[in-house]
């Protein structure tokens, strides 16, 4: 991490930008955008973490290691998330076979 | 004098001033923050914690000697094949080599005076000794039976037995894992030596990195699934509970998330171990030494991917079950380029047979069994006749015993004479050695057999025509555990008797070997600069001394 | 000196990495419930009060900016402003697990929406009702979880403050500050992400949710 000293007003603008944020997400929550409302949620949430993470934890002004570790994590945890993902929701796509019968014609082809 | 090298033939043995006598007391070890004497902190106690939980594999194939059970009762039973799992896994495997031999070369390879957080390589010691003991007490209040993969909703709702002690015993370990990886990600990114780049690095180094982002990024999830499953034990409700709608396969998810690249903690390592076995004792560099660095950390993402193999029976989509199955079978391949690696080096190599490198020939046939037979549970049609039974315990132990241990068993001798300062008596550890290969190969084949003929695993009675091969396994078990007491009696002896060492005895590469036996405090009087590659065997002529 | 401070800071993202895993797991388990049942969650979320959620959330940003300010100082040199930022720090943080464990959870509990405490499935919530205890499950798991951080966070605090007002933060040394200080944002991003995933989920407007 590097000795650079960020400016206070730097520090009270990202503070703002965050305030208005979470007001936004707040009103939008108000606002009838069907599924778009979790999308515009999760990005109003990511901004933020931004904001965050490069300023307050000054990782603008940090190495490219600190970087690469900060994304390893994201990337590690996106796995656990997407892989259990797929089997929890794809359980029911094939039939729950009833019976020892319900094996024998298994020529349905898998595609 | 270069500043790579110490010339330490003027210096009497035995009256220098070493780690070891530096200081003496009882406050002095358990105070420490060398991590030369933390690392045998941690060699004391899971040296302990290895003879318990083999105490309980003795128990059980006792047991298994008669088809209706010979010694315990079958809920007893359970509780054997759990504290054994937990207390190998958990207490022995992981911790092992990154530990002991982790703690005490990392900065010596690396050039080095301590770990980058001395004072929390010492806390990670403190949080393993309470996490130990809490499991302890959880064996001795009456044990747990849920197998050391506390699946729900037995584990969370119906198991009468002490599963919270050994949850939370479990859970405090990691964090001493946790520390400890982030322990040496840090020093090694940090602490190397002048002239000593990434690729000059010894393979161990390498091996142990990528073990340790396993250990950072894998451990934290069972801590919290584990936290999870104590939590739904004493509220009565949680996430696992299909009364409010909970998956108990999440908690295989989430379980196995960490348990399968829990596996290549333990094994990375021992690859590591092979790495500088097999080319000091070939006296030649390492075939490909860019492709078997890769390979380490390819293991070590790849290893996160594959978790689902566990569960191929359980109920999971099949959709699921065919990328688990395929990426498994990707996961072999990076372990495959080592085997081919080591194997390159040994061709026209020039080969000595002392006990490290038995070891490490062992590793290399018995760990390409246990990897082969691997393959056949990555079969999604193979896994389903085999899963559940002694297929899949024999190749597990094919890995974790005929690999991850001898790995562990070579390194320990390999390294002791620069930890001790002694010699140990050569012939006893060839024998032991030779032991040990035979008794695992008579304890574990057998095992494949059995599972393949379709005898359940963690089932304390078994059809009588299973008998002859059962009797086998015990066999061949009693002669294992004798050829595991071996090295502890000579190992133990030759700390006190042993003939003193100097500063390299096997005339190997590497900054460790160029400190005396065992090392001053510091490690080193000037940090050295590195010039030279590693395995440098062919251009420098370094004697046995 | 400067490779001490580095690794220091190294060392620390590495925890957070690790804290990020824990979390997660957490995290990956509400996305798969929520996922499988999202109507309960729905009825879940709107009996959370969004205006504590959001002035907590507040709170806590307000939190981070005097974290900031109060590293800043060390780094400029100015004793008094350290001591000063780390005290608004704490008190800011003590006010969010005020706010959160007497209006927030204590409500709950009172109205029986405590898994494991008396909870109760109201009818009205019909026949997704038998699951909006997994979605107070994950409700009082994670903002548990988060508030134990938080207390840890203020147990920290409490040392650094002791330390800043005897003078040990200066601008060659900060390091304990600059640390915790990266502890207590990722504390702050965690709370960041609850806000919309259990305050905010299936919309507010009339008519509620989809």
């Known amino acids: 991490m590097s000795e ?28 009838d955008l069907g599924a778009w409302n979790t999308v515009a949620a999760l990005a109003i949430a990511v901004v933020k973490m931004l904001l965050v993470v490069l300023f307050f934890m000054h990782v603008k002004y940090s190495s490219g290691l600190t970087k690469v570790f900060i994304l390893a994590g994201v990337l590690f945890f996106a796995i656990l998330v997407t892989l259990t993902l797929a089997d929890e929701l794809t359980r029911h796509w094939s039939p729950t076979p009833s019976g020892w019968g319900a094996l024998l014609p298994f020529s349905t082809p898998f595609y | 004098m270069s500043t790579a090298t110490l010339d330490v033939h003027e210096v009497p043995t035995g009256s220098r001033v070493n780690y070891l006598n530096a ?11 060398d991590h030369k004497r933390i690392a045998l902190l941690y060699l004391a106690s899971i040296t302990l914690m290895f003879f318990v939980g083999g105490f309980f594999a003795v128990l059980m194939r006792l047991h298994l000697i008669e088809p209706q059970g010979a010694l315990v009762q079958p809920e007893t039973y359970n509780k054997l094949f759990t504290m054994h799992g937990v207390i190998m896994v958990f207490f022995f495997l992981v911790p092992s080599i990154p530990a002991t031999l982790g703690n005490f070369l990392v900065p010596m390879m690396i050039g080095a005076r301590d770990l980058a957080f ?15 003991i809490f499991t302890l007490y959880a064996v001795i209040s009456g044990g747990v039976d849920t197998g050391w993969t506390f699946y729900t909703p037995y584990s969370s709702s119906f198991s009468h037995t002490s599963v919270i002690p050994t949850a939370l015993g479990v859970f405090i370990t990691g964090f001493s894992s946790i520390l400890t990886g982030l322990n040496f990600v840090v020093t090694i990114h940090k602490m190397r030596a002048p002239g000593l780049t990434w690729f000059r690095l010894p393979l161990f180094i390498w091996a142990i990195y990528a073990t340790s982002i396993i250990f950072i990024l894998g451990t934290p999830v069972i801590a919290i699934t584990l936290f999870l499953l104590g939590l739904e034990r004493l509220l009565h409700i949680g996430i696992f509970d299909p009364a409010i709608g909970g998956d108990p396969i999440l908690f295989q998810h ?71 199955s395929v990426l498994s079978f990707m996961v072999a391949i990076p372990s495959a380029v080592k085997v081919f690696n080591w194997t390159a080096t040994l061709y026209k190599g020039s080969i000595s047979y002392d006990a490290p490198m038995l070891y490490a020939l062992g590793f290399i046939g018995l760990f390409t069994m246990g990897g082969l037979t691997g393959l056949f549970l990555a079969s999604l049609a193979t896994d389903v006749h085999l899963n559940g039974t002694y297929f899949i315990v024999a190749h597990f132990h094919y890995i974790m015993v005929g690999g991850a241990v001898m790995a562990y068993l070579g390194g320990i001798h390999f390294w002791w004479p620069k930890i001790t300062g002694r010699l140990y008596p050569d012939g006893w550890a060839r024998f032991a050695a ?24 963690r089932y304390a009675v078994y059809p009588a025509e299973f008998q002859v091969l059962n009797v086998m396994s015990s066999a061949g078990a009693s002669i294992l555990g004798i050829g595991y007491l071996i090295p502890l009696l000579y ?17 190997a590469k590497g900054l460790e070997w160029q400190t005396p036996s065992p090392p001053p405090t510091e490690n080193f009087e000037e940090i050295p600069v590195v010039t030279e590659e590693a395995y440098d065997y062919a251009h420098t002529t370094v004697t046995r001394g | 000196m400067e490779q001490q401070r580095e690794a220091g800071s190294l060392g620390m993202w590495v925890f957070l ?30 009996l959370l009060e969004v205006k504590f959620g959001a002035l907590n959330t507040a709170v806590l940003i307000g939190s981070s900016l005097t974290m900031a300010l109060a590293i800043r100082s060390a780094q400029v040199g100015r004793r008094g402003a350290q001591v000063g930022f780390l005290i608004a720090t704490m008190i800011l ?11 927030e959870w204590h409500h709950d509990y009172i109205e029986h929406l405590v898994p494991g405490f008396g909870f109760v499935i109201r009818p009205e919530w019909g026949a997704a009702g038998a699951h909006v205890p997994m979605f107070f499950c994950f409700y009082f798991f994670m903002t548990g979880l988060h508030a134990l951080h938080m207390i840890i966070g203020l147990g920290i605090l409490t040392v650094l403050t002791v330390m800043a007002h005897r003078g040990r933060f200066n601008p060659p040394y900060y390091s304990p500050l600059e640390v915790s200080g990266l502890y207590w944002h990722f504390v702050d991003i965690v709370w960041i992400f609850l806000f919309p995933l259990l305050y905010l989920i299936g919309g507010r407007y009339i008519g509620g949710g989809h």
């Open chain 2, 434 to 457: 030779l032991v040990i290969f035979v008794g695992f190969n008579l304890t574990f084949f057998p095992q494949f057999m059995l599972g393949y003929l379709g005898m359940p695993r």
């Open chain 3, 17 to 46: 990495l690790t804290e990020l895993m824990f979390f997660g797991g957490l995290f990956a388990s509400y996305i798969i419930y929520r996922a499988l049942y999202l109507p309960s969650f729905e009825i879940g979320s709107h």
């Open chain 2, 23 to 33: 200081q003496y007391g009882v406050k002095s070890w358990l105070l420490t923050t």
């Open chain 3, 93 to 103: 943080g003590a006010a969010f697990l005020f706010f959160k464990f007497t209006f």
């Open chain 1, 4 to 31: 650079h000293i960020v400016p206070t007003k730097i520090y009270m603008g990202i503070f703002v930008a965050l305030l208005l944020l979470t007001a936004l997400t707040t009103g939008i929550a108000y606002v």
């Open chain 2, 254 to 324: 989430l379980f196995w998330f960490y348990s399968h690249p829990a596996v290549y903690i333990m094994i990375l390592p021992g690859m590591g171990v092979m790495s500088e076995l097999i080319t000091c004792f070939s006296r030649k560099r390492i075939f490909g030494y860019g492709f078997v660095a890769f390979s380490s950390l390819a293991i070590a993402f790849i290893s996160f991917l594959v978790w689902g193999h566990h569960m191929f029976v359980t109920g999971q989509s099949i959709y699921a079950g065919l990328i688990f």
């Open chain 2, 118 to 132: 001395p004072r929390l390589n010492l806390l990670s010691w403190y949080i393993y000794i309470i996490g130990a």
């Open chain 2, 491 to 507: 190992l133990t002896w030759s700390m006190r008797y042993g003939p003193t060492a100097g500063p390299n005895p096997w005339g």
